[in-house]
């Protein structure tokens, strides 16, 4: 946290870190004392008795006061609330492009919605709260993340529909950075590299994505990526092929037998879908 661009040292660690933390995500609610206390000391059990929750409301308090941040956290029933208006919090500025770009897609503005996803693509710079374990903050960087990832797809998709390859190469690569397993990606990669002709490539993404998936999830490629992958080295991808708007490579229809006085029939057309979507660190910043 920053109050008028200087770093607040004492909240560099401890509860009264984690309190602030916790209260922070949850400002303008009542939290109550035994969530609070799970939070800071998981697994051990709440008592009426213990000061341990008081003590740190009580530090965090006198921080607070000290660094002259106007927050304040307040005693409501059976817990507490941490009341800020004038500040800047960074993940929620975050989520909110991302809402209100879904916002302007539903309502036909496509142009400014691709600036806010930009915005949130090029503004995520890793998880929220990196180098914490509790179980709070990692809900939280796992939907943080998914929004990074969902607001990429969705560039990677304006740039497949506006034939940008150099484009759609970046988004996936930057895809595949949050998250190696996204299969779909390769199966991009695979179609942009092959309808260009540059089949090393296309053997290369292939084998990275075998390899994730088989060393860490104990998985084979899917039967679509298989396809897409026999389609792209036979040269089946040639430039003029194109994806739909959805931006999503389906392997050509498997061909179905035939008898042998019958003619084989053609590799099928490449048919894309709509791609499956899948949170930055949290800092505050007084005004």
Known sequence: ??????PVEQLRAGKTRSLFQYLLVNRGRVVLREQLYEVLWPGVEWSKDSSRLKVAVHTLRRLLAGCGAPIQVLHRDFGYMLVADDIWIDYKEFEGWFDAARAAEARGDSRYALRLYRKCAGFYRGDFLAGETTRWVTEHQEWTRSIALRAMNRLRVEAVNGDNSDEVVLWCRRILELDPYHEQTYQVLMWVHGRSGQLASVDGWYRLCSQRLRDDLDVEPAEATKRIYLTAMRGEFGQGARLSPAGRPSPPAA?????????????????????????V???????
């Open 281 to 287: 660190p949290a800092v505050a910043t007084a005004r």
């Open 1 to 6: 946290m920053t109050v008028d661009g200087r």
């Open 255 to 279: 061909r179905s037998p035939r008898p042998a006085a019958r003619p084989s029939q053609p590799a099928g057309t490449l048919v894309l879908q709509r791609p499956q979507p899948r949170w």
